[in-house]
């Protein structure tokens, strides 16, 4: 589907549609009263590779944390813009506490959760309004679980009354998509204008979410943010996410997109962006990070050297991404290979900007490297030699491949 007469809307220097790269997204689930643990989350994020963080907007409290977390994150250079996520009381948050309006650059209204009736309406207005007034965007988001219940009883009951024979999912389909674009009306008549306004409609299911969003964007102009919510844990939420967003980016459907991931006790809410960038980069959309090939091992490669090289260099340039991002512009497209026997190792080696591949059963103890395409070297050794090695040479590759910008006084930039 050709989109690329979609709306451009400018978030505080980043631009979602008009024909502007996908913009990945990521959310705190930090307190948002507790400045330091927010500030340094969204920084986490931002590093990792979100253009766009979200943060809870709950209470008066968290409320007037947003500006001191916008200053401490602006104070450490990191000037990812915030999204404010509101739901019942954002009407009251951002009228009580201006400081919050004027540091967001973008609120997120669920039109589920803005009350009902005439209330609906007059609360939903004041958040437009206050955007308006600040030059902000909003995102109208839509969730399957939080959806008007009067909307779906009315859409129920045309389709019982009209004998219309719609499926349950095709009525809470049509009903997304009708709060979608009544609210962007809505919206309109608040006195926002197209150039400040994304739309989602969020589900839990991927083929229904495939269905909701292609109706949508043929429906509307506006920029989409794409995401599966409430994906679940682990594998299971990588894949479901993955299956149903990469059929609608395949298409040219989702300006803006986050992974939404339920991370484990402790785990790293990095591991969304993580998901997002990889995402991206698999559909050749965009580049974030060097793209490390391994193979997957078999009854070759029973040593499992290969396994920990590849785990050591997939950290390696994750570790090295923020600082590589700043020093060696392009890094992102570098390609790496990590092989663990004679049959693909050499070739997929080779056609890798710089690989290694290791010896499988019964071959030789030694790793040949090649460096685009030509072998310049073979290393020998255990297991956490053969992964020192390899990683100063990849250091050594990247600096040379993608050296640092000159600055204008003559210097390297840093």
Known sequence: MDRKDTVAVEVSGVTVGGGAPVVVQAMTNTDTADV????????????????????????EEAARAVPEIRHTLDDAGCHAPLIGDFHYNGHLLLARVPECADALAKYRINPGNVGSGERHDANFATICGIARDRGKAVRIGVNAGSLDPDLVARAMRANVERSLERTGDEVLAGCMVESALHSTEAALRAGLPESSIIISCKLSRPLLLVEVYRTLAGKTRQ??????????????????????????????????????????????????VWAACDLLQALEIRSFAPAVTACPGCGRTTSTTFQCLAERVEAHVQARMPEWRRRH???????????????????????????????????APSCPVFVEGRQVTTLHGDADSLAGQFLALLDDYVARRFPAPISPAGSMAV
């Open 36 to 59: 330091a643990a927010t500030s340094a989350q969204c920084r986490e994020l931002s590093e990792a590779g979100a253009e766009l963080v979200r943060v809870t907007v709950n209470t």
């Open 223 to 272: 920029p989409l943010h794409l995401g599966l919510t409430e994906a679940g844990m682990g594998r299971k939420g990588l894949v479901w996410s993955a299956a149903s967003m990469a059929v609608l980016l395949a298409e040219g459907i989702g300006d803006t997109i986050r992974v939404s991931l339920t991370p484990r006790p402790g785990g790293d809410r990095r591991e969304e």
């Open 329 to 363: 512009p392009g890094v992102e497209r570098l390609k790496v290979a990590v092989m663990g026997c004679i049959v693909n190792g050499p070739g997929e080696s080779r056609h890798a900007d710089i690989g290694i591949s290791l010896p499988g059963t019964g071959e």
